[in-house]
């Protein structure tokens, strides 16, 4: 494998973590490697760079770097569309992106996880389910270490476990899962694929390759994602009412074997119900022991910042969402929950028409909103006949959302808007949000 680069021509387009970690597997296998980004890098990324030996240019894609380029693997966040891509089509010259650098660079089982939401929960917790099995396993891709860093020392019994975005599938050519699940499909990307079908087809890449005799996990009530399935493969489905895996008298089910009853799971929420019924479709293949399959639904809590689970503080049921910066994000977890809602949202003002969120809000009790949105999501709550408040910070908005609860209530951040109006980051701003909610169960103490 490593064979194949030696005295190939390689441009590596984008400078960021995965561009450099592509340029320094590549030149570990003798690939004459030029580094190409449109912006200046930053002084540590710059110096990583410089240590290598490459030739790099920045600040422009200039055309005549194709003079002298074999292969091309590019950032996936990179359109097609600028001249340099263009221009590199119209010669033939191969366009990969690091997934496919990846797979190329190891005999390791991968195991791809795409779709529009619950992708990162999804990887996470078959990460944790796998690692009771009698294989390595790692975890790639958008959640972890770079993919190319990790395949660069997979062995080959190990397992890979892959987060996969549609700009990553794009660039798929041979990328070949053992397992793979597409989750879910709803419009996002549109500014870089141009339609949904676009979008959507870029996702169902993950199974191109894949055979009869490989594990494919689909949402089978989701109709835009069923219709990605080639015919030649046979699906595992999961859904809460109906699938392979799905929810019978309050018991996770797979193929009629219960599994761990709903009210044991750490994970919150509908959705992520979801979120489990297809990750145990996806380690059925692999042989995981049942006691650490329960072990892992009864502790594994979710990510960071991503319907996390806090805990029980004062009797409520507090889960940490700041990861949800859009509509779509916040109906999927407000809709997740059977219990009242005390409500959290705002953030930076982009306009957005909120009135898309009304279908899932019929649990919310109360709506506490914040930041430059404060005043549309009071306005959206008073709406739907429900006591909303317009505060300045999550300061006001911590306490406020204890008193407006009672015991068992869930109270859910979940902003439906990026953090950048005070946080420079959404994890700065969950990390916040959780510190308060600490701080409040504290003072009681």
């Not at 009242?340 to 109360?366: N, Q």
Request: hydrophobic fraction near 40%; glycine fraction near 8%; include cysteine.
């Amino acid at each position: 494998m490593k064979a194949q680069w030696k005295g190939k021509r390689v441009l590596v387009l984008g400078a960021a973590r995965s561009g450099i970690a592509a340029a320094t597997y590549l030149s570990g296998v003798d690939a004459v490697v030029t580094m190409n980004a449109g912006t200046e890098p930053s002084s540590e990324e710059r110096t990583k760079i410089e240590q290598l030996g490459i030739k790099s240019v920045f600040g422009d894609h200039p055309l005549d770097l194709l003079d002298d380029t074999d292969v091309i693997v590019k950032n996936p966040g990179i359109p097609y569309h600028i001249p340099l891509l263009q221009a590199a089509m119209e010669r033939d010259i191969p366009i990969y992106t690091e997934v496919e650098l990846a797979y190329m660079a190891t005999d390791a089982s991968f195991v791809g996880i795409t779709g529009s939401n619950g992708k990162t929960t999804t990887t996470t917790l078959v990460h944790e389910l796998l690692q009771g099995g009698d294989r390595p396993v790692h975890v790639a891709g958008n959640i972890g270490f770079p993919a190319i860093e990790v395949a660069g020392r997979a062995m080959p019994d190990d397992i890979i476990v892959i987060e996969l975005s549609s700009f990553q599938l794009m660039g798929v050519e041979t990328f070949h899962p053992k397992a793979a699940a597409l989750l879910n499909l709803s419009e996002a990307h549109l500014d870089y694929h141009g339609d949904f079908d676009s979008y959507a087809d870029a996702k169902a890449n993950l199974f191109r390759n894949m055979t009869p005799s490989d594990r494919v996990v689909v949402k089978g009530a989701d109709l835009e994602v069923m219709k990605r399935v080639p015919d030649t493969l046979q699906a595992s489905t999961f859904g809460y009412d109906a699938g392979d895996a799905y929810v019978q008298d309050g018991w996770i089910t797979v193929h009629g074997d219960k599994v761990l009853p709903v009210a044991d799971l750490a994970l919150g929420g509908a959705h992520n119900v979801e979120n489990v019924l297809a990750a145990l479709l996806l380690i059925e293949p692999f042989n995981i022991p049942r006691d650490h399959i329960e072990h892992v639904l009864r502790t594994f809590g979710g990510v960071a910042h991503r319907t996390e689970n806090v805990g029980h503080v004062l009797g409520r049921r507090v889960y940490n969402d700041s990861k949800a910066t859009n509509n779509v994000a916040t109906e999927a977890a407000l809709a997740g929950f059977d219990s009242p809602i005390v409500w959290l949202c705002g953030g930076l003002e982009r306009g957005a028409d909120l009135s898309s969120l009304v279908p899932a809000m019929s649990r919310v009790k109360a709506v506490i909103a914040y930041g430059e949105t404060a005043e549309r999501f009071k306005t959206l709550g008073e709406s739907q006949g429900l006591p909303a408040f317009a505060v300045e910070t999550l300061e006001e908005a911590v306490p406020l959302a204890f008193e407006q609860s009672a015991e068992e209530d869930v109270i859910l951040l979940s902003p439906a808007c990026a953090s950048w109006d005070q946080y420079k980051t959404f994890e700065e701003r969950g990390t916040h949000f959780v510190d308060l909610v600490r701080s409040i169960e504290e003072a009681k103490r």
